[in-house]
């Protein structure tokens, strides 16, 4: 006799099973049509999900799975993974770093849609592009006004001011091996100054500094808790602060700022993903500036005419006027190695 409970049983079963099977074979399918897309970003965590919001809402199919760390450890996790690397794009990303990449074959490049609207100091010059940036940041010096005033410090107007003895184990700075904003800093110092007395000041002003920390933001973040009073971070890092309640003065050079380029590119792959091509068009789009245009003084494409609070009334004049990132990208390994040679001894622990 034919038990009809058993035969429900197994035909149930065999039911969960095949819509089990076929859902990992559509997920399978999903993957292989590209919609999870996989960027590497330098972008604060903070601005991240603020900026992507507006391309989940035209998207909402496609999975964007998002790994971020400092430009310098993104930038060595490429070359590392080379060919085999799962990113698909590089999202915010210093252009010097990217230069670095496209040297070693793993940019495609691609020009994406509206790219005549961006700013010509925003994009590689190659047609197409290797990268095309979102905004540019510059270095600048964060005060802890409170700290600075208690402590009896003098102000700061000038890389020079750093040097004074007053400052002697008060400045904290990024390490520019794991750091971009740390490298554009020693970048735009040695192109300012030469590079022999670019170092020279380097080695005085290593005398004042107290930590190196791998992150770019860092510095800024101390001197706005007051742990240290002086931190040599960017532009937005300090702005942010400052915007948060912090007792911090943003101080951009008389001499003029290092900056590079947050830019993005696409990895070079045997399969890229059309998806991959959608985000950097979306990527320089006016609703993806607008996102961003309350941060940085110098976008990619001009939305608007206010300048954020905090920064310089004539962002572009306050920039170093000979800042060739290609030189900086050529001599990226060689600067790294000389500068870690000489102060490495006080960046922080991992």
Same mark, same amino acid.
């Given at each position: 006799?034919?038990?009809? &409970?058993?035969?429900?049983?197994?035909?149930?079963?065999?039911?969960?099973?095949?819509?089990?099977?076929?859902?990992?074979?559509?997920?399978?399918?999903?993957?292989?049509?590209?919609?999870?897309?996989?960027?590497?970003?330098?972008?604060?965590?903070?601005?991240?999900?603020?900026?992507?919001?507006?391309?989940?809402?035209?998207?909402?199919?496609?999975?964007?799975?998002?790994?971020?760390? &400092?430009?310098?450890?993104?930038?060595?996790?490429?070359?590392?993974?080379?060919?085999?690397?799962?990113?698909?794009?590089?999202?915010?990303?210093?252009?010097?770093?990217?230069?670095?990449l496209e040297k070693r074959g793993l940019?495609?490049?691609?020009?994406?849609?509206?790219?005549?609207?961006?700013?010509?100091?925003?994009?590689?010059?190659?047609?197409?592009?290797?990268?095309?940036?979102?905004?540019?940041?510059?270095?600048?010096?964060?005060?802890?006004?409170?700290?600075?005033?208690?402590?009896?410090?003098?102000?700061? #107007?000038?890389?020079?001011?750093?040097?004074?003895?007053?400052? #002697?184990?008060?400045?904290?700075? &990024?390490?520019?091996?794991?750091?971009?904003?740390?490298?554009?800093?020693?970048?735009?110092?040695?192109?300012?100054?030469?590079?022999?007395?670019?170092?020279?000041?380097?080695?005085?002003?290593?005398?004042?500094?107290?930590?190196?920390?791998?992150?770019?933001?860092?510095?800024?973040?101390?001197?706005?808790?007051?742990?240290?009073?002086?931190?040599?971070?960017?532009?937005?890092?300090?702005?942010?602060?400052?915007? #948060?309640?912090?007792?911090?003065?943003?101080?951009?050079?008389?001499?003029?700022?290092?900056?590079?380029?947050?830019?993005?590119?696409?990895?070079?792959?045997?399969?890229?993903?059309?998806?991959?091509?959608?985000?950097?068009?979306?990527?320089?789009s006016d609703r993806a500036i607008n996102?961003?245009?309350?941060?940085?003084?110098?976008?990619?494409?001009?939305?608007?005419?206010?300048?954020?609070?905090?920064?310089?009334?004539?962002?572009? &004049?306050?920039?170093?006027?000979?800042?060739?990132?290609?030189?900086a990208a050529q001599n990226r390994d060689?600067?790294?190695?000389?500068?870690?040679?000489?102060?490495?001894?006080?960046?922080?622990?991992?």
């Amino acid at each position: 006799m034919i038990n009809l &409970s058993d035969q429900i049983g197994k035909a149930w079963k065999f039911a969960l099973l095949l819509i089990a099977v076929t859902a990992v074979f559509a997920a399978a399918a999903a993957h292989a049509a590209g919609k999870e897309l996989i960027v590497y970003t330098a972008l604060e965590n903070e601005q991240i999900n603020k900026y992507l919001a507006t391309f989940k809402e035209a998207n909402p199919d496609i999975d964007v799975k998002i790994v971020r760390d &400092s430009t310098g450890i993104i930038t060595a996790k490429l070359l590392a993974e080379g060919a085999n690397t799962p990113a698909d794009v590089v999202w915010g990303t210093a252009a010097s770093s990217l230069l670095v990449l496209e040297k070693r074959g793993l940019i495609e490049p691609y020009a994406p849609k509206g790219l005549d609207r961006v700013e010509k100091m925003l994009k590689d010059t190659a047609n197409p592009p290797a990268w095309v940036g979102i905004d540019a940041w510059e270095c600048a010096i964060v005060v802890n006004t409170a700290e600075a005033k208690a402590q009896g410090l003098p102000a700061i #107007k000038s890389y020079k001011d750093l040097l004074r003895p007053e400052f #002697k184990g008060k400045i904290v700075m &990024s390490n520019p091996n794991s750091s971009g904003t740390g490298f554009l800093a020693v970048s735009g110092i040695l192109q300012l100054m030469g590079e022999r007395a670019g170092f020279e000041y380097l080695d005085k002003l290593h005398e004042n500094i107290a930590l190196y920390t791998h992150s770019g933001s860092a510095p800024a973040k101390k001197a706005a808790s007051g742990e240290f009073p002086v931190g040599i971070s960017y532009g937005y890092a300090g702005v942010n602060q400052k915007k #948060k309640g912090a007792p911090v003065e943003i101080v951009f050079p008389v001499e003029g700022s290092g900056w590079d380029v947050e830019a993005n590119a696409l990895i070079k792959k045997k399969n890229i993903k059309p998806e991959a091509k959608k985000f950097l068009d979306w990527a320089i789009s006016d609703r993806a500036i607008n996102a961003l245009k309350d941060d940085y003084a110098i976008t990619a494409v001009k939305v608007g005419n206010s300048i954020p609070e905090g920064y310089s009334k004539e962002p572009l &004049s306050q920039l170093v006027k000979k800042n060739d990132l290609r030189w900086a990208a050529q001599n990226r390994d060689r600067l790294l190695k000389e500068w870690a040679s000489r102060y490495e001894g006080k960046t922080e622990a991992k």
